[in-house]
């Protein structure tokens, strides 16, 4: 009789594997195997029972823990330790002991829960098995639930109201709407010309200072804007003609005169280790990987051993990995290199998720793992530095600043001296000097050079995949494990493009967020679906049922879902003209249109004409192989690349353009 050890993945079966003898037999799911039913809502709305049906791609999965689990006098389910990971632990439990034939003792059967693969941790976990949390498999419960029932109410609505074809889901709705919100403010936005003054110096040191003041009036005016991504800040200047600029640098004196110098010491503290969210917005901004490339890769980390949990958004990390770090600081880097004390991190966030640490490394002395790919490699280190970091001694800056007077203008110029690197070491940032001369006031200097730039109020940028994560985080909506999905759902849906690393959305999704965001406010609104999240934190903790929760919702949906459906007018989804007569009907426009598949022309008249052909959008160069025009193409993922436009005849792909 073996012990059976039941994990989603087959690399972290083999993983755990490693750590355990031969009495134990260690089998992967390779994920849910028991969920809602693909052709059919599946909820009973009254009770809201659940029909859950077992995936027949599984069923050589459900054989194989069938015989497995007969055999073995100890079951242990050791699937991922959040929601979803409790959730696969109690299908599996049904299966084994309500779900099959040869009916396995259910006190056989026991939760274990390792936030990192590490032969201590897994030992640890099997040392303190217990029952399973059936509050976070509740939460789970109701969170699938909750999105079935808006998914399969709302979509039917938008194929009667807008198009056929077209889903909706509650979470990447709103996610769409933030996009479309954001569009409307850029294309409303009314771009004004100014122009900066700076100024060229050399003392030993060449040097700027740039104009802030005129008779005591700031030169520059900065409108700050608080968005859900962060604060954004339009400036502009006084001047918005060149020969006001050229007016003002005509009156300045020579020499400028040392009205103030300002010297201090300014101290920096390394930030918290990863969590999830801002693991995908460093990705992002670091690497252009989109959301769902960083946690694949961190899948892989955590799968080998390399990481803890990477679904978490717990900035807390434990006494023993913070005395690890303390330790290798001291012995590889010196003492004046770690910091006095233990610094600790807080929780900012109230959510209700489970307690988890913050994304770490597992064994801080693996700082280059073997057997890593570079991107997998460029991951690990990216973690490994921001983690160990956090007990590096703060870095110390000097900072200072020169004010110089013209006449009745004022300039400054900043500069910046790194004093003590102290966590910088560790996590590699890397800060170049600015530095000024030595000055003194009342000392006279004349400038090199006086600069005049010409510039405009830019509007606020499009979501980018770090900013959406950021603003969907600050806002409560989704949780850890959501925010990749929702951004590949999107992108898959048609409703968005990704033009240069950044979302803009298409014809489909302005016409889907104006149908959606008109006739159900409430449910497409940012507080409610922050309050839905929390209420499904309560039922995590126990303080709450998920049936009344649907009940509660459905009942006030159900009416708003009727009043739709008798009432709302049709909405158009705009069109792109080509310029093109029909050549079928020769009546009809050519017109873009987005279908399942992406982009295609079809003829205006459509249904009475239904003229259609492959859309392509030109690059404007010959493929270097064949001769022929190139096109630009997307992946699945929303990426774009370089091919020829006679493919398959001729295969030519490229990432840069020739």
């Not at 390394?270 to 992002?284: D, H, I, M």
């Not at 990704?498 to 803009?504: A, L, N, Q």
């Not at 079928?584 to 295609?600: A, P, Q, S, T, Y």
Request: net charge positive; hydrophobic share 35%.
């Amino acid at each position: 009789m073996k012990k059976l050890l039941i994990v989603e993945s087959p690399t972290k079966a083999r993983t755990i594997s490693k750590y355990l003898g031969s009495g134990f037999e260690v089998m992967a799911t390779v994920g849910h195997f028991r969920d809602l039913p693909s052709s059919k809502m599946g909820v009973d709305l009254k009770k809201f029972t659940v029909d859950y049906v077992i995936d027949p791609k599984k069923k050589a999965v459900v054989s194989e823990l069938g015989k497995l689990s007969a055999g073995a006098n100890e079951i242990y389910l050791a699937s991922d330790p959040d929601r979803e990971g409790e959730a696969i632990a109690w299908h599996v439990k049904w299966l084994l002991t309500e779900g099959q034939k040869k009916k396995v003792d259910e006190n056989k059967i026991s939760r274990v829960v390792f936030h990192e693969i590490t032969k201590e941790a897994v030992e640890e976990a099997l040392g303190k098995a217990k029952k399973i949390d059936m509050d976070l498999v509740n939460a789970q419960q109701g969170r699938r639930v909750l999105d079935r029932v808006v998914g399969y109410s709302l979509s039917p609505v938008l194929w009667r109201k807008v198009r056929r074809g077209l889903s909706a889901g509650r979470v990447q709705s709103v996610a769409v709407r933030l996009i479309c919100e954001r569009e409307r403010e850029i294309e409303a936005f009314s771009r004004e010309k100014f122009f900066r003054i700076g100024a060229s110096f050399k003392k030993g040191e060449n040097f700027e200072a740039e104009l802030q003041k005129i008779k005591g009036k700031n030169f520059i005016e900065s409108t700050k804007v608080n968005l859900f991504d962060g604060e954004y800040s339009y400036s502009k200047s006084l001047f918005s003609t060149k020969e006001q600029a050229k007016k003002f640098t005509d009156s300045l004196e020579k020499e400028f005169t040392v009205a103030r110098v300002n010297v201090r010491e300014v101290s920096r503290s390394p930030l918290p280790a990863y969590t999830t969210s801002k693991l995908q917005q460093a990705g992002a901004r670091r690497f252009g990987w989109s959301g769902k490339q960083t946690m694949t890769l961190a899948q892989r980390l955590y799968e080998q051993g390399l990481i803890t949990y990477h679904r978490t958004d717990s900035v807390y990390l434990s006494d023993k990995a913070v005395g690890e770090f303390r330790n290798f600081i001291e012995k590889e880097y010196g003492s004046e290199y770690l910091s006095p004390t233990v610094r600790v991190y807080k929780n900012n966030s109230k959510n209700a998720q489970e307690a988890h640490e913050a994304i770490r490394p597992t064994k801080v002395a693996e700082v280059e793992p073997r057997n890593l790919d570079s991107k997998e490699l460029k991951l690990y280190q990216l973690i490994w530095k921001r983690a160990v970091a956090t007990q590096g001694a703060v870095a110390k800056m000097e900072s200072n600043s020169v004010e110089l007077i013209n006449n009745e203008a004022l300039f400054k110029a900043n500069g910046l001296r790194v004093v003590f690197d102290g966590f910088y070491r560790i996590s590699g940032e890397k800060h170049e000097d600015q530095l000024l001369p030595e000055l003194k006031v009342d000392e006279k200097i004349a400038a090199k050079k006086i600069n005049v730039t010409e510039t405009e109020t830019n509007p606020m940028p499009r979501y980018s995949d770090a900013s959406l994560v950021a603003a969907m985080e600050k806002q409560g909506i989704g949780r850890p494990s959501t925010y990749a999905p929702i951004i590949s759902t999107i992108i898959n849906r048609q409703y968005v493009d990704r033009e240069e690393g950044r979302f803009k959305p298409t014809s489909l999704g302005i016409a889907a967020n104006e149908f959606l965001t008109k006739n159900f406010p409430k449910v497409l609104s940012l507080p409610f679906t922050a309050e839905m999240e929390t209420d499904l934190d309560k039922v995590a903790l126990g303080k709450a049922d998920w049936r009344k929760m649907m009940k509660d919702f459905w009942k006030g949906f159900e009416k708003e879902l009727k009043n739709v459906e008798d009432h709302a007018e049709r909405v158009k989804v705009a069109v792109e003209k080509t310029g093109e007569k029909c050549p079928l009907c020769k009546e009809g426009d050519l017109v873009i249109r987005v279908g399942r598949f992406g982009k295609f022309i079809s003829c205006s008249l459509f249904p009475d004409c239904k003229y259609t052909a492959p859309f392509r959008e030109m690059a404007g160069f010959a493929c270097p192989e064949c001769g022929k025009e190139g096109v630009i193409k997307k992946t699945k993922s929303g990426k774009k690349f370089f091919g020829c436009s006679d493919y398959p005849k001729c295969k030519w792909a490229s990432w840069k353009k020739p």
